[in-house]
Every structure is written in structure tokens, then in C-alpha cells.
């Protein structure tokens, strides 16, 4: 069964400065695609950004950057240069290929409350 | 159009009420999803409806029940819920099965925040 693992609770950054969210991630099959989501109070789940496990460079969107170390099973989330915006909980998620006949599904780790102070 | 509808977005319903979460989607996703989130917990799978089929029953109680009436639609129906069942009901759709991509990304609505008294 794959699991995914978050050990930041909460986290505080100041504006405009950098964070990195971490990540660590178990799974056996070779073919699997890690996620972040981002979740405002508002409720509403927002894809940040996606890393491939075959892709050969790490994934940016915009000031979301993904380190993805694949031999340690680590995909961090940096986000550069932090607005109050930003704040919100963090969620990396993972999707392996379909086997046995059972639909794909996201799994999610436990989250990280991110706050950005003024 | 890349939205997913939810509505209510709030409700507050007692123990003997019957009532139904609805989602929509325009974007021809063919797998819609329902998740159950607890506050400060991350989202769990509760069923996966794929071409309009059940495909995925994550041993949900039968309290809930769901329906995919079209590709578009896909309800949640509650009755007799207890105040444990007492969260945000997240609707997600994404492209649908067909190979083994895994970069098939959810999209998510912007959940219905339950109350059962």
C-alpha cells in the first residue's frame, strides 16, 4: 500500500521570503505521480503542481518548484518569494497506475498549515 | 470551463432528515469522485464513479448513498446520519481512466460544509 508523509504540523514563514514543504513518499510500483494541493480556509482543494516519476527534471509553476529526490522518495514543495495569500494547508498526494483492474485514486498525506506574517 | 459546482455549500440537517449533495461539471471528465474531509485531517475517498459507474466503494457506511445520474451530475444522498458524519463533502472529477497515465490531476469543488445535529 503507498503512503505518504508529512512531519511539518504547521509551519510559519515570513512574507517574501522562501519555504520548503516537505514530503516523503512510499510506494513499490516503479510508474506512480506526486501532487501538491493547496487548501485556503475556503475549503476548496487547488492543484499547485505535478512531478512524474520518470520525468528527468524537477517541475516549477510559477513560484512553485518541486524537489524531487526519487531515491530518497522525497518531493519537497519550495515556494518562492511568500505572500499572505499563501497561506493556507498543504497537501502532497500520490497516484499510482491502475492494477488489478481497480480505478486510480489520490492518496493524501496529513498536511501542513502554512502561515505567512507580515 | 474548468469548475466544479458543489451545492449547498453549507447544511445543517438532523438525524432522522433526508437530504442530497449535488456536484456538476462541464469539462466531459469522465471520473467523479466523492471525499469526506475532517477538519485539520486530510481528505478520504469515499466513493469513485467512472463512465458513470460505481468503481470504487471505500466501505461507506449505507447512510451514504451516491448516484451518478450523467456524466455531468453526480449526488450524494444522506439519511439517517449521525453527528460523526459531521464534515466537508469534497466532489472531484478528473479526465477518467484509459492507459496508466498518473498524471491525471483532480479537480475539486468547493466542498459542502455538513452539520448533523
Known amino acids: 500500500a503507498q503512503k505518504i508523509t508529512q512531519t511539518q504540523p504547521g509551519m510559519f514563514v515570513q512574507e517574501k521570503e522562501a519555504v520548503t514543504l516537505d514530503c516523503t513518499y512510499d510506494?513499490?510500483?516503479?510508474?506512480?505521480?506526486l501532487f501538491w494541493y493547496k487548501q485556503p480556509s475556503s475549503g476548496e482543494m487547488i492543484f499547485l503542481i505535478y512531478q512524474g516519476s520518470y520525468d528527468q527534471q524537477n517541475a516549477t509553476e510559477g513560484r512553485y518548484s518541486l524537489n524531487f529526490q526519487k531515491a530518497r522518495k522525497s518531493a519537497n514543495l519550495v515556494i518562492s518569494a511568500s505572500q499572505l495569500g499563501d497561506s493556507a494547508m498543504y497537501f502532497c498526494a500520490m497516484r499510482e497506475p491502475i492494477s488489478s483492474g481497480s480505478a486510480r485514486q489520490l492518496t493524501f498525506g496529513s498536511g501542513t498549515q502554512l502561515t505567512v506574517l507580515p | 470551463d474548468t469548475e466544479v459546482t458543489q451545492t449547498p455549500k453549507h447544511l445543517v440537517m438532523g438525524m432522522t432528515n433526508k437530504k442530497s449533495l449535488k456536484c456538476e461539471q462541464h469539462m466531459g471528465h469522465r471520473a467523479m469522485y466523492w471525499y469526506k474531509q475532517k477538519a485539520k485531517k486530510p481528505p478520504e475517498l469515499m466513493f469513485v464513479?467512472?463512465?458513470?459507474?460505481?468503481?470504487i466503494n471505500e466501505s461507506v457506511p449505507s447512510r451514504f448513498s451516491p448516484e451518478c445520474p450523467n456524466s455531468s451530475l453526480l449526488n450524494l444522498h444522506l439519511h439517517a446520519l449521525q453527528p460523526e458524519d459531521s464534515a466537508l463533502y469534497l466532489c472531484?472529477?478528473?479526465?477518467?481512466?484509459?492507459?496508466?497515465?498518473?498524471?491525471?490531476?483532480?479537480?475539486f469543488g468547493s466542498g459542502t460544509q455538513l452539520s448533523v445535529l
Open positions: 472531484a472529477s478528473s479526465q477518467g481512466p484509459g492507459g496508466d497515465s498518473t498524471n491525471e490531476k483532480l479537480f
Open positions: 510506494t513499490s510500483d516503479p510508474s506512480y505521480g
Open positions: 464513479y467512472s463512465y458513470e459507474k460505481l468503481s
